[in-house]
């Protein structure tokens, strides 16, 4: 009985042995070809495969192995999670920061009428002597 193994392509022959190209599949992803925990950068695509799933690894196999030639791998796709248009986000960020703008500029009125209440009660006092 013989081995059956799927390459790539068939890169040579060293000392009686197949120097093959197979595919694996890659073991970060798990032939996925993205990781849902870095949805945020490049839409998740797992960077050891570059989204294909699959790594292509060298190979020696004895003579007697059956290798069957497939075809490389297909690029998978997935669409790129909808991202917030620059104009609405520089929007939101410029309402934001006007908001904090007017509880700042509240706080400081708050504070200076505060202020200018204590100064006129220490004015009403009677200047101290040494009498």
């Known amino acids: ?5 799927k390459a790539v392509e ?10 093959l190209t197979v595919e694996v599949t890659c073991d ?7 990781l849902t925990q870095y949805s945020t950068t490049n839409g ?10 699959v790594n292509q690894t060298t190979q ?8 069957e030639i497939v075809k490389p791998f297909q690029v998978k796709t997935r669409p790129m999670p909808k ?7 520089m929007r939101n960020a410029m309402l934001r920061i006007n908001e904090e703008h007017k509880a700042r500029r509240q706080a400081w009125k708050e504070q200076e009428e505060k202020d ?16």
């Open 44 to 53: 998740g695509i797992c960077f050891k495969c570059e989204g294909t799933g």
């Open 10 to 19: 068939i890169i040579g022959t060293e000392n009686g042995k197949l120097k």
């Open 83 to 89: 991202k917030v248009n620059d104009d609405e986000a």
């Open 60 to 67: 020696t196999v004895s003579s007697d192995t059956k290798v």
């Open 28 to 34: 970060r992803c798990y032939g996925e070809g993205y």
């Open 1 to 5: 009985m013989c081995n059956s193994i």
């Open 116 to 131: 200018q209440k204590e100064i006129e009660e220490l004015e009403d006092l009677e200047p101290f002597t040494w009498d």
